[in-house]
């Protein structure tokens, strides 16, 4: 089987319809559910924005009718504001095309000259490995392409996924749970885009979250969340075709103790959701804030989002409080993930 890599072409149609049709078939092989994003809502997601520039290639493998299949991507994201030394790589194949060393081609062909030419000296990527899979295992695939790359193993994470819909009584009774604990504290919901009298407050608990992300040997600047810099944000969610379903809790003077946020696609057809950011400050822990939050989001998916057969997050293999948290919810282990990271000579 002959492959070729080249740039994606953002511009073609027949591109972006293979690309969204991989992304469909990765996304359901690894959670059970997938997004239905148009192409022009997968050609916002790929614009460059205020602070960070990527690059896409696609592996193009000859069919036996004498065409092309689109069987893997590689991408590499370079950060603007911070984190100025680090470029971070990833590279996907097809499941049904997996063991014929594409990924290893798109790493030879497109990373490992991109990494040489953009002067960044600290690699970062992330790759999966079963459950139940020995995350320093030099066989696991992850792991090989890493030795070629030159990174190796500085954290790893827990992808657990959420069967929906819940049923109602389970909320109930954590949030009872959260309730016998959560004193003077309470819970506001909000949809859409953070109230523009909130943007600094919110700003200050995203970077809160960065500096306390359990993340072990991961070097990592945090980033400041401006006002500026959280529109952005807002507004390239808006374009992809994305929904944002955030609550905050509140202590007993006003000021902003935790948030969560859920992310939706809105297409009705769009079966799968991420659970984003989950943070209670340090001084205002052991009130059970994150359940509370928790459970606030995930009451509003049944209307908001009634299509969604999964939920989908991340934490650091040493993170237990929102470990207990997600597991009390219904979230159950998918994979594991190894954060990697190194200073190569390619």
Avoid at 92 to 111: D, K, S, Y
Wanted: with cysteine.
């Amino acid at each position: 089987m002959h492959v070729s890599i080249r740039p994606l072409d953002p511009s073609s149609d027949l591109d972006l319809e293979q690309y969204l049709a991989l992304e469909t078939a990765l996304d359901e092989h690894t959670y059970g559910a997938s997004q239905a994003l148009t192409r022009e809502q997968l050609r916002a997601q790929m614009v460059d924005s205020s602070y960070w520039r990527g690059q896409r290639w696609i592996a193009l493998a000859e069919t036996l009718e004498g065409g092309e299949s689109l069987v893997g991507r590689a991408s590499v994201f370079v950060p603007l504001r911070e984190n100025l030394e680090s470029i971070s790589v990833g590279v996907e194949v097809h499941p049904a095309f997996r063991g014929r060393g594409i990924a290893t081609q798109l790493a030879e062909e497109a990373l490992i000259p991109a990494i040489r030419d953009s002067g960044r000296t600290l690699v970062e990527a992330y790759g999966e490995i079963p459950a139940d899979g020995d995350a320093d295992s030099p066989d696991e695939p992850v792991n090989r392409l890493a030795r070629r790359l030159g990174i190796s193993r500085k954290n790893l994470a827990v992808c657990r996924v959420l069967p929906l819909p819940l049923e109602s009584s389970l909320l109930d009774s954590l949030q009872a749970e959260a309730e016998e604990r959560i004193g003077q504290y309470r819970i506001e919901l909000w949809d859409g885009d953070i109230p523009e009298q909130h943007l600094e407050a919110y700003g200050r608990l995203m970077r809160q979250l960065e500096l306390d992300e359990p993340d072990e040997e991961v070097e990592h600047e945090a980033p400041e969340y401006t006002p500026e810099r959280i529109r952005e944000g807002e507004r390239r969610r808006r374009e992809q075709g994305l929904e944002s379903i955030t609550a905050v809790a509140v202590a007993p003077d006003g000021s902003f103790a935790g948030n969560t946020e859920i992310h939706v696609h809105r297409s009705p057809h769009s079966t799968l959701g991420w659970q984003e950011n989950t943070l209670v400050m340090p001084e205002h822990r052991g009130h059970r804030l994150g359940l509370a939050l928790k459970v606030a989001t995930h009451r509003q998916l049944t209307a908001r989002a009634p299509q969604l057969r999964a939920l989908v997050t991340w934490n650091s293999h040493v993170n237990p409080w929102m470990i207990e948290i997600n597991e009390k919810l219904g979230y159950r282990v998918r994979f594991r993930e190894l954060v990697l990271q190194g200073r190569p000579e390619l």
